[in-house]
């Protein structure tokens, strides 16, 4: 039996390949990617100084934060210079076009 607790929180076409946004699981903002048709979400905030990763530029699976340049790979949640460094990734699952986060 699975603790998850999938929440849908965008259609598949919501966001398009290559792009991100900003979406809310129960109240949790969390930066949801699509990164080559596969869909990736991480904590919406920023281990530097709290900025909004969900709103920051994607190149293949990195994020660049909007605030002050600090990147992520989207798929695993890592810092890209600090790898010790990570934001939390979640748990997503696409059920025919919705898709759903778990945080």
Known sequence: MSDFVFVRVASVNDVPEGEGRVVSVNGTPVALFNVGGEFHAISNVCAHKGGPLGEGELDG???????????????????IMMPSIAVKKFPVKVEGEDVLVDV
């Open 61 to 79: 699976s990195v994020v660049t934060c909007p605030w002050h340049g600090w990147q992520y790979d989207v798929t695993t949640g890592r810092n």
